[in-house]
Structure formats: structure tokens, C-alpha cells
């Protein structure tokens, strides 16, 4: 027991223990289980190639400069837009039907396809 402790590769072993143990300790919270995460190197987001987009490439270009805080106030804008025109043709509709009913009740001649 007691040479093997007092061997070199004991006490280099132990010694590697320790330095590895203080070396985690200093780290502290940085270590990758409970910090953040170091990635060498950079990271790109995929820009969509012209090929494989479904959305013209002129339209693109029209839109580019435009931050997303822009984009959605300008889609928050046009779906108000859409659903105002869609009560509108809902009110249409139903002017039109009712149109009819009144002209089926007074002259439904008026409708059939060969009176002149």
C-alpha cells in the first residue's frame, strides 16, 4: 500500500483528482451543465434561395427594408381591411335577397327567362 502511494503515477493521478476538482470548483456556475453555452465559429440564419421560394423575388425586394414590427402592423391593418369588406358583401347579399323576395312576391314575371 504505502509504495504505491508513493509512486509517481499515484501521485500524478491524485494530483490530476485534485487540479481537476479545484480547476471545476473555480469555474463555478459557468460549466456548460448550469451556464451558458460557448459555440466557436458563427452562426448564420438560412437565407432562402430563389429557387425554392415560393414569393417573387421582386415582392421580396419590396418588403426587405421593412422591420417584423412593421410587417405585422401593415398585416394587423389589411386583416381589418378584409373584414370590413367582408361585412360589406355580407350586406350586399343580403340586400340582394331580399330584393328578390319583394320582386318574387310583386312580379315574378319579371324572372322568367322568356318573357320578351
Known sequence: GQKLKNSYS???KQEGKFNRRSSIE???SQGPPHG?????GRETSP????AVSRIPREIMDKYSRQ????????VIMLQASVEEQGK????????VDSMLIKVMEVSPVLLEKNVL
Open 47 to 50: 437565407v432562402p434561395s430563389p
Open 67 to 74: 422591420t417584423r414590427e412593421d410587417l405585422i402592423e401593415m
Open 88 to 95: 360589406k358583401v355580407a350586406d350586399l347579399e343580403d340586400y
Open 36 to 40: 451558458t453555452r460557448v459555440v466557436l
Open 26 to 28: 473555480s469555474v463555478g
Open 10 to 12: 499515484f501521485r500524478e
